[in-house]
């Protein structure tokens, strides 16, 4: 699968070996389920969830489901909350500066969002929303969670096989200061190396 050209050339400048041993020592048990699935020739499902679902778990569904596809493992990747606010446009914007093309379907105060990562690909469609909403897969999946408070207040979530923790700190700390447009390209950079990682180790 070819990504779309700016977005490939994000890639290729990703710091994958600038990965710390103790991260990859997290996303170890994320390598595991995915790889357990591939070998039992099955789709892994994976449902990032995070408070608001606004941030975090937005930038981790849409660049999983890039990493698995380019690398062609079979996932099907989604996202979720706790409570429903919107995808921040803030994040939005570094997914843009990062190389994706993405086009907007108003819906409210909570816009629906089409993710471009290549010429043929079906897009990612994202949107703020709970983390057992219809959109997303009910049963057989694992539940990547990716903010502490969402952990703490989820002790029960239906229908996972798994819940693997993997945790990011949150750009809105910076919201409407002089650090913003830097960290939320920061954490989106972090984000998308971790998952280039992932899926690069799935044999």
């Given at each position: 699968?070819?990504?779309?050209?700016?977005?490939?050339?994000?890639?290729?400048?990703?710091?994958?070996?600038?990965?710390?041993?103790?991260?990859?020592a997290v996303l170890q048990t994320l390598i595991d389920y995915v790889q357990t699935k591939k070998e039992g020739q099955q789709e892994a499902k994976l449902n990032f969830i995070c408070t608001h679902n606004s941030r975090r778990s937005q930038f981790s569904q849409i660049w999983a489901q890039t990493a698995a596809d380019y690398y062609g493992v079979d996932v099907q990747t989604y996202s979720g909350g706790v409570e429903?606010?919107?995808?921040?446009?803030?994040?939005?914007?570094?997914?843009?500066?990062?190389?994706?093309?993405v086009t907007r379907k108003e819906k409210g105060g909570n816009p629906v969002f089409f993710i471009f990562y290549s010429e043929d690909g079906e897009p990612i469609t994202a949107f703020s929303k709970l983390y057992d909403d219809p959109a997303n897969a009910t049963t057989n999946f694992s539940a990547v969670m990716t903010c502490s408070h969402a952990e703490e207040n989820c002790p029960y979530i239906p229908g996972t096989e798994a819940r693997i923790p993997v945790m990011y700190d949150d750009p809105k700390a910076f919201d409407g200061t002089a650090l913003e447009t830097a960290k939320y390209d920061e954490r989106c950079q972090q984000i998308a190396a971790e998952m280039f990682y992932v899926f690069s180790q799935i044999k």
């Open positions: 699968m070819q990504l779309l050209p700016k977005l490939e050339a994000y890639r290729q400048a990703l710091p994958l070996t600038q990965i710390p041993e103790q991260r990859k429903v606010t919107a995808f921040n446009e803030r994040a939005v914007a570094a997914i843009e500066r990062a190389g994706f093309q």
